[in-house]
C-alpha cells in the first residue's frame, strides 16, 4: 500500500513552459486535493475533486487546472507558468462524507525561471 | 472564508520539557481540527485530531485542547524528544465544506539536546 504519491518530486521550468503534477492513490478514496505550500503561508488549497470526473476550486485556483478521469488519480496542470508559481506542491486524499482525515503525499518541488 | 492563526511561529525548548502551540478559528462552524507534523523534505502526517463535540483528546505525549466559545485549540507535546523537532500545522475545516482545511502558518519547533 503506497498511500498518496507524486510524480516528478523536483522540477525547474522556465516562465510560459507548461507542466503537468500527477497524484495517484492507491486507498480507493473518494475526495483528492492539490495544495500549494509557500513559506511562512502555510498550505492553501487549490482545487479539489469529490470524486471521479468532478473537480471544484479552492483558494487559489488562478493559473492551475485539474482534471480526474480516473479514481485514482488526480492531475494539476500549469498551462503557462510564471515565477509566482514556484511553491512546494502536495496531493492528498480522503475516504469519503464521514471521515474527515486527509492524508499528504511526499511533494512536488516547483521552480519556475 | 475561515482564517485560521497560529502562534508562535518559532519555538524552542530543552528536551524533556513541554511545548505549547496554540490557534485561533474565525468560522464558528469549524467542527473538525486537525494537527499535523511536517519533517523536512516530507509531506504533513497527521498526529492527532478533536472534532467538536470534545473538549480534549490525548494520545500519548501528545494532547489536544479546544475552546469552542472562544474558538482556539491547542497542542500540548510533554516530555519532549530530540524527534519532535518539525514544523506543526493546525487546520480547521467543515463537514458541510467538503472538509476542504485552512491551515494556519505553521510552528517550527526545536527541540534542544
Known amino acids: 500500500n503506497a498511500g498518496v504519491t507524486q510524480t516528478p518530486k523536483f522540477r525547474v521550468l522556465k516562465t510560459g513552459q507548461s507542466m503537468t503534477l500527477l497524484c495517484a492513490q492507491d486507498?480507493?478514496?473518494?475526495?483528492m486535493y492539490w495544495y500549494r505550500q509557500d513559506p511562512g503561508m502555510g498550505l492553501r488549497l487549490i482545487h479539489y475533486?469529490?470524486?471521479?470526473?468532478?473537480?471544484a476550486k479552492g483558494e487559489v485556483p488562478d493559473g492551475y487546472n485539474v482534471s480526474r478521469l480516473k479514481k485514482q488519480n488526480f492531475l494539476l496542470g500549469l498551462e503557462s507558468a510564471a515565477p509566482s508559481q514556484t511553491s512546494v506542491y502536495f496531493c492528498?486524499?480522503?475516504?469519503?462524507?464521514?471521515?474527515?482525515?486527509?492524508?499528504f503525499g511526499p511533494g512536488t518541488r516547483l521552480l519556475v525561471l | 472564508g475561515e482564517n485560521v492563526e497560529q502562534h508562535p511561529s518559532t519555538l524552542s525548548v530543552q528536551e524533556g520539557d513541554s511545548a505549547v502551540i496554540k490557534c485561533t478559528y474565525s468560522d464558528s462552524a469549524s467542527n473538525y481540527f486537525p494537527w499535523y507534523k511536517q519533517e523536512l523534505g516530507k509531506g504533513p502526517q497527521l498526529i492527532i485530531d478533536?472534532?467538536?463535540?470534545?473538549g480534549e483528546k490525548k494520545d500519548q505525549r501528545i494532547a489536544v485542547t479546544l475552546n469552542k466559545t472562544a474558538k482556539h485549540f491547542s497542542l500540548h507535546i510533554t516530555e519532549t524528544q530530540p524527534e519532535d523537532s518539525a514544523v506543526y500545522f493546525c487546520?480547521?475545516?467543515?463537514?458541510?465544506?467538503?472538509?476542504?482545511?485552512?491551515f494556519g502558518a505553521g510552528t517550527t519547533v526545536t527541540v534542544r539536546a
Open positions: 486507498m480507493n478514496h473518494e475526495y
Open positions: 478533536i472534532r467538536s463535540n470534545v
Open positions: 475533486s469529490v470524486g471521479e470526473g468532478t473537480t
Open positions: 487546520a480547521a475545516s467543515v463537514r458541510t465544506n467538503d472538509y476542504k482545511l485552512s
Open positions: 492528498a486524499s480522503r475516504w469519503g462524507l464521514a471521515v474527515e482525515t486527509q492524508y
